[in-house]
């Protein structure tokens, strides 16, 4: 399996790379491969950085996008997990998306979790909205998302999904929706939310560290700045009034039982030798 964010376009907040990177260093992922960048990127938009200490050149690291493993000893899961963190290409989108398929052929990957992060009118109070997209509605029936509708733009996001799709590798897009009154980087609740739909398509528990008090500081902070402001706690409130509203169906029995179940299944695992 493989677990895949990009920077830029698709990283509102960088609360998808976010998820990478937090996996990445609980599992201690190691390196496996990454993506010449000289076909794929426009070095004057990202542009290499560069390391000086004491006046000596230490090393350059170009933009690309890079590959690691996490062994499953080390992720408690019954199988291997490959990292994906790279920055959204600039060209020959279709070049760089079959390098890495061939990549995931080679690794072996049966599925695809494509992660990305978007502005949106969503109100920091609330949980964070997270959108799934899969190449087959049986896979997003099987983590309990309802399908969505779109028609629009895409980012490197989309493009990855329908590739893997057209390789006969199931994939599946998670999206949290950030609130674009606070954008800036990072957003631990964003974050959270993508690993908790992660572990909806993994039906399995992962680490989360420090990141639900991270969440709850951030919102708290949120909270003082908007206290400061009463256009932006009267804009806040409003959001919040639509949110609730448009979310009061979700209150249902059924809605319940299904986030009750999945509950369940996560204490299972959690139960269950490593």
């Known amino acids: 399996m493989a677990i895949a964010a990009f920077e830029g376009w698709n990283d509102a907040a960088e609360a998808a790379s976010g998820v990478v990177n937090h996996l990445g260093i609980a599992w201690q992922s190691a390196p496996v491969g990454a993506i010449d960048p000289e076909d794929f990127y426009d070095f004057q938009v990202n542009r290499p950085v560069i390391e000086v200490s004491g006046g ?56 695809v979790i494509v992660l990305g992060a978007l502005l949106a009118d969503s109100p920091h109070t609330r949980p964070v ?54 954008a800036q980087a ?27 008090e991270e969440a709850r500081a951030w919102e708290r902070g949120v909270d003082e700045l908007a206290q400061q402001d009463s256009d932006v706690a009267e804009y806040v409130r409003t959001l919040e009034e639509a949110k609730d509203a448009t979310d009061l169906p979700e ?24």
């Not at 493993?69 to 079959?98: C, K, Q, S, Y």
């Not at 087959?136 to 893997?164: F, N, T, W």
């Not at 974050?191 to 639900?212: C, F, I, K």
């Open 251 to 274: 209150a249902s029995g059924d809605a319940i039982a299904r986030e009750f179940e999945r509950y369940l299944r996560r204490r299972g695992n959690q139960g269950e030798p490593g």
């Open 56 to 111: 000596k050149t230490e090393r350059l690291v170009w933009p690309t996008t890079r590959l690691s493993l996490a062994r499953a000893g080390a992720t408690g899961l019954p199988r291997d997990i490959v990292l994906v963190h790279g920055v959204e290409p600039n060209m020959r989108w279709r070049a760089f998306t079959d390098e890495l398929i061939e990549g995931f052929t080679e690794l072996g990957v049966e599925l």
């Open 129 to 182: 909205p997270v959108q799934a997209s899969g190449s087959s509605l049986r896979l997003l029936r099987g983590m309990g998302a309802e399908p969505v509708d779109y028609k629009g733009s895409s980012g490197i996001v989309g493009v990855l999904q329908h590739a893997c799709a057209g390789a006969s590798i199931p994939a599946v897009s998670l999206w949290a929706s950030v609130p674009h009154y606070v």
């Open 186 to 212: 990072p957003s631990p609740k964003a974050t959270l939310a993508l690993l908790r739909g992660v572990e909806d398509v993994l039906d399995a528990p992962l680490p989360l560290a420090d990141l639900p």
